[in-house]
């Protein structure tokens, strides 16, 4: 079946460092990977993607990276916000399906 | 307005009781999905709606559930004989499937439906 994890429920990091967020795929056949960012009260919201074809790709204050090899992804925010406390979600998709499979999250906790 | 709504924003009902959750969708996308989230858990996915297309109904529970997505737009979540087990939020979600961001798997979620069942 699907099954996509995270490896820390909670992460709690100082403000102005970086967080790395870690997930575990189980379908190597998924060709696409997206990390959603949930506030709390609020739906989760698009943080950046990634093809199964590339290994890294940086957006603003983020980095995602794919380890196909492994079946791991890992969200990488720079100098952490407060605003960035939230649950993050990965997901993947597989050729030819429509549907996105969720993680079950992880708290991000930024300190002041 | 510009993003995907849903209401109601809170229901509680009791044990046995029918319910309906609402979904507008982003105008013009084709594709509507209806996931729910259990306290503390990820997304569970529940329907697919895409177009004219038969719905990609293997996520749901059981034959409590059903949804309907009228005129390619709307969309209307329901739950019969409510159990306490049904207590979630359900997050509805849109994406532009086919458009110039085909396959980006982009889904844009409405903020939710909390549903609490005593």
């Known amino acids: 079946g699907e099954s996509v994890g995270l490896h820390l429920p909670t992460l709690s990091v100082q403000e102005g460092d970086n967080s790395i967020i870690n997930c575990a795929y189980s379908?190597?056949?998924?060709?696409?990977f997206i990390w959603y960012k949930q506030e709390s009260g609020k739906g989760p919201q698009f943080i950046i993607d990634?093809?199964?074809?590339?290994d890294k790709r940086q957006g603003q204050r983020v980095t995602v990276l794919l380890n196909k090899t492994v079946k791991h992804l890992s969200l990488q925010i720079a100098a952490t916000q407060p605003g960035d406390s939230a649950v993050y979600f990965c997901?993947?998709?597989?050729?030819?399906?429509?549907?996105?499979?969720f993680g079950k999250g992880n708290q991000v906790v930024v300190i002041p | 307005g510009a993003g995907v709504s849903q209401s109601p924003s809170n229901k509680v009902t009791e044990k046995g009781k029918d319910v309906e959750l609402r979904c507008d969708p982003i105008?013009?996308?084709?594709?509507l999905y209806w996931y729910r989230q259990s306290l503390g858990q990820g997304l569970e996915f529940l329907i697919y709606?895409?177009?004219?297309?038969?719905?990609?109904k293997s996520g749901l529970p059981s034959d409590r559930f059903s949804a309907e997505r009228t005129g390619g737009s709307v969309s209307t979540l329901t739950i019969q004989r409510t159990q306490q087990e049904d207590s979630a939020v359900y997050l509805c979600a849109s994406s532009l499937v086919g458009g110039p961001f085909a396959n980006t798997g982009e889904l844009f979620f409405g903020e939710g439906s909390r549903l609490t069942v005593l």
């Open positions: 379908n190597s056949a998924s060709d696409y």
């Open positions: 990634i093809r199964s074809n590339m």
């Open positions: 709606f895409q177009g004219n297309s038969a719905p990609d």
């Open positions: 997901a993947e998709k597989r050729p030819g399906n429509n549907r996105l499979a």
């Open positions: 105008s013009g996308h084709t594709a």
